[in-house]
């Protein structure tokens, strides 16, 4: 008797996953042929790994080779993080990297006149005006900052939240105030989700253009874009209702507004478009460029998967 034919794997596009998880106190395994978390009494939470974009392992979690084999031919990022995720220890990389993109991503930031227009085009974007002209880098990054910290205050007075400045000490998480710690916990979930967009589209998290010299420069780039219309009003109002569990309550609100926005449709696009501004062709696949990790017969036309 003949095994049957099983189909090839089809991941699904990063559009149409459910953004970010939480795991904590358990340990990730594939038990059964199923992606579980299983507690100290031995339950099992199954988890749907092929629909997520990216789980966030706290402390208290481990994970298992098989699990983390699984979670990688599916396209689920893991990242480790700390407390309430506002300290990133590692990350993994889901599928196979995208050289072309690389190399197309590294010549723009290193080109002075692209990276000004990429620059601009984030500006335009965020703020959905036109930056000031002739500006450099450096100038158009403080005119950010000043907007930002006004957006802040604003905010703040429009939840009635007491606001002093934007500041934390992940060292001593309970120290921060409420509204601070809101603001963390609302900017750990986005920045999953862009992590896992940037990494599925074949881009390094590292090279970034208004932040760089950080791990996730990229990713500061691209949550910026859609922070002040996703996260950041959801921080403030929940900090206004000064909840007994702010951290638990500002997750669920996140995971609604990404739904509500439609997030993961957009930050792919987002990517492309921004850097088309910088006006540099990117470079073809070479010819001897490795496959891709899960290979789509069809094609699902969807760029936040690598194919």
């Not at 008797?1 to 970010?20: A, F, G, H, Q, Y």
């Not at 950010?144 to 905010?155: C, D, F, H, S």
């Not at 074949?202 to 002040?228: E, L």
């Not at 460029?289 to 036309?301: M, T």
Request: charged share 25%; proline share 7%; with cysteine.
């Amino acid at each position: 008797m003949t095994e049957p034919i099983l189909p090839p794997l089809k991941p699904i596009p990063i559009k149409d996953r459910l953004s970010v998880l939480f795991v904590e106190k358990g340990q990730l395994d594939v038990l059964d042929g199923a992606f579980v978390l299983v507690d100290k009494n031995g339950v099992r939470t199954h988890i749907p790994v092929g629909g997520v974009a990216c789980l966030m392992l706290e402390p208290g979690t481990r994970v298992s080779h098989a699990a983390a084999v699984l979670a990688s031919r599916v396209g689920c990022l893991l990242v480790w993080v700390g407390e309430a995720g506002v300290r990133l220890y590692s990350a993994g990389q889901p599928g196979g990297a995208r050289a072309d993109r690389l190399l197309y991503q590294a010549r723009l930031a290193l080109d002075d006149e692209g990276r000004l227009k990429v620059v601009r085009k984030m500006y335009a974007m965020r703020f959905k005006e036109e930056p000031p002209a002739r500006r450099s880098v450096e100038q158009l990054r403080g005119i950010e900052g000043a907007r930002v910290r006004k957006m802040y205050e604003l905010l703040a007075r429009q939840y009635r939240v007491p606001w002093k400045s934007r500041n934390y000490d992940y060292t001593e998480w309970e120290s921060g105030d409420v509204s601070n710690r809101c603001l963390s916990s609302a900017t750990a979930c986005l920045y999953g989700i862009c992590e896992a967009a940037i990494l599925a589209a074949g881009y390094a998290p590292a090279v970034g253009f208004i932040h760089t010299g950080k791990p996730q420069s990229f990713v500061y780039d691209i949550a910026d874009i859609f922070k002040f219309e996703t996260v950041v009003p959801v921080a403030f109002r929940i900090a206004g209702r000064n909840p007994a569990q702010p951290e638990r309550e500002v997750r669920l609100a996140c995971r609604d507004v990404f739904r509500q926005t439609r997030l993961l449709h957009r930050i792919v696009p987002t990517i492309e478009e921004v850097l088309a501004a910088g006006e540099i062709p990117m470079p073809k696949a070479h010819e001897e460029a490795v496959e891709i990790a899960i290979p789509n017969k069809e094609g699902l036309g969807d760029a936040g998967h690598r194919g």
